[in-house]
C-alpha cells in the first residue's frame, strides 16, 4: 500500500520560509517522479514543482520560480519543497504526489498517488 505523508505546514507571514516533506513508503521511490500541487477553495488543484526520479529534471510554476526549491532524498524516501519569499496567494492546501513517470508529464496532475494535503497559510 503507497502512502505519501506530508509535514511541515502551518502559518507564517509574508516574507517568511516553510519546507514541506513528503515520506513515501511502499513504492520504489527512485522511479518515481514526485511533484507538489496546491489547491485553494473554488480552483482547481495546480503543479507547483515536480522533480524526475533521479533528481536531475525539476519544474516550477512560474509564480514560484525564484522562491521554492523542490529536492528529493532517495536514500531517506522523501520529497521536499523548501518555500522561500512567501506571499499571501501562497495560501493553500499543499499536496504532495508520486507516479512511475516523467516529471513532466506528472505536472499535469496525472499522479499514481496522492498524499491527503497539508494546510500552508501566508499572513499579511
Known amino acids: 500500500q503507497v502512502q505519501l505523508v506530508e509535514s511541515g505546514g502551518g502559518l507564517v507571514q509574508a516574507g517568511g520560509s516553510l519546507r514541506l516533506s513528503c515520506a513515501a513508503s511502499g513504492l520504489t521511490f527512485s522511479i518515481n517522479a514526485m511533484g507538489w500541487f496546491r489547491q485553494v477553495p473554488g480552483k482547481g488543484r495546480e503543479s507547483v514543482a515536480a522533480?524526475?526520479?533521479?533528481?536531475?529534471?525539476?519544474y516550477y510554476a512560474d509564480s514560484v520560480k525564484g522562491r521554492f526549491t523542490i529536492s528529493r532524498d532517495n536514500a531517506k524516501v522523501t520529497v521536499y519543497l523548501q518555500m522561500n519569499s512567501l506571499k499571501p496567494e501562497d495560501t493553500a492546501v499543499y499536496y504532495c504526489?508520486?507516479?512511475?513517470?516523467?516529471?513532466?508529464?506528472?505536472?499535469?496532475?496525472?499522479?499514481?498517488?496522492w498524499g491527503q494535503g497539508i494546510q500552508v497559510t501566508v499572513s499579511s
Open positions: 522533480i524526475s526520479g533521479t533528481g536531475l529534471t525539476t
Open positions: 504526489a508520486a507516479g512511475p513517470m516523467t516529471a513532466a508529464t506528472l505536472t499535469r496532475g496525472e499522479a499514481n498517488y
